[in-house]
């Protein structure tokens, strides 16, 4: 395909490798070709700050005098993994009923990838929920940003609260008049009995 046929097309592939610190990272098109550029810029438009390598996306595509570049992202599927938790404080059970975990906005605390960890908190709620990188790549994300707006599906771990799934935040839709918390659970115990109970529904 010519590049002039590939402006202002739809083309999926595989991130070959984002950097948040440069901005950018390269796209490889699953039908050949050159790389396509994915700015920083173009990210964030779609809600999220990084996306991790071998990612599937799918991507509005021009050809500019540098070459192909995305100027929009429609779709981010997370690396394709084996089946098994991601990190060994997750159970297989947990991975399984995931999509039954109520997905609640969050906000990052602090993360520090060369530490490989790092915390959020639950829109409205003080309590520190830990986010593992393993994690974080296992939900399409290489990084994260201060202050950043993301969704996430908790479960108690053996140390506390621990992110399962982190998501952009858009996708965290809190529906009306149900807490992401019940507000009898003040004690740490039944908070954690709360969280474990909506992981076995």
Do not use: C
Not at 10 to 23: E, Q, R
Not at 176 to 183: G, I, K, W
């Amino acid at each position: 395909m010519k590049t002039d046929e590939m402006e202002n097309m739809l083309v999926s592939g595989l991130v070959k490798w984002f950097d948040p610190t440069k901005g950018y990272g390269f796209i490889v098109n699953d039908d050949g070709g050159a790389d396509i550029l994915l700015h920083a810029n173009v990210l964030r438009n779609f809600g999220r700050s990084s996306v991790a390598d071998h990612s599937r996306v799918v991507v509005q595509v021009q050809s500019t005098t540098r070459g192909l570049q995305a100027t929009e992202v429609l779709e981010i599927n997370p690396p394709e993994g084996d089946g098994t938790p991601p990190i060994e404080d997750l159970d297989a059970d947990i991975i399984r009923q995931l999509d039954s975990l109520p997905l609640q906005p969050a906000r990052v605390k602090w993360f520090d990838k060369a530490k490989g960890f790092g915390f959020a908190n639950i829109f409205g709620h003080s309590d520190d929920v830990f986010v593992h990188i393993e994690v974080l790549r296992h939900s399409g994300f290489s990084d994260l940003v201060l202050g950043e707006a993301i969704g996430l599906r908790v479960v108690e771990g053996p140390r506390g609260l621990m992110a399962a799934q982190v998501t952009s935040w858009d996708k965290a839709i809190q529906p009306a008049n149900v807490e992401l918390f019940p507000s009898s659970a003040q004690q740490t115990d039944d908070l954690r009995d709360w969280v474990l109970s909506r992981a076995a529904e």
